[in-house]
Nanobody
Framework: QVHLVESGGGSVQAGGSLRLTCAAS????????VAWFRQASGKEREGVAV????????DVAGSVLGRFTISRDNTRNTVYLEMDSLKPEDTATYYC?????????????????WGQGTQVTVSS
């Protein structure tokens, strides 16, 4: 059974930092891409960053480029999202996703497995 467990969310002031963690189990981690999505209240879920399978690199959305960094530890089946220079508009529930099927990585419909999410709140 696949499990994705997010942690590390919280409340910070603008300009602060947080590090999110996604612990994965139940599938061959190294063979799968893993991504972070976020969903703000009243908005659609959007792709934030992806760590491609194996060591094929990463990609981030333009809205967080230069502020967020995604990384993966294939020995610990874990993906991290380092978030710096946080802004109030980064406030959202952040989700971890795995098993990207095809198409654009930022398309939430292309991902099979999801975690329960962790809340990030940035105050001005």
């Amino acid at each position: 059974q696949v499990h994705l467990v997010e942690s590390g969310g919280g409340s910070v002031q603008a300009g602060g930092s947080l590090r999110l963690t996604c612990a994965a189990s139940g599938f061959t981690f190294i063979d799968n891409s893993v991504a972070w999505f976020r969903q703000a209240s009243g908005k659609e879920r959007e792709g934030v960053a992806v760590a491609y399978a194996g060591t094929r690199g990463m990609d981030v959305a333009g809205s967080v480029l230069g502020r967020f960094t995604i990384s993966r530890d294939n020995t610990r089946n874990t993906v991290y999202l380092e978030m710096d220079s946080l802004k109030p508009e980064d406030t959202a529930t952040y989700y971890c996703a795995a098993n990207w099927r095809s198409g654009r990585w930022s398309d939430q419909s292309q991902w099979t497995y999801w975690g329960q999410g962790t809340q990030v709140t940035v105050s001005s």
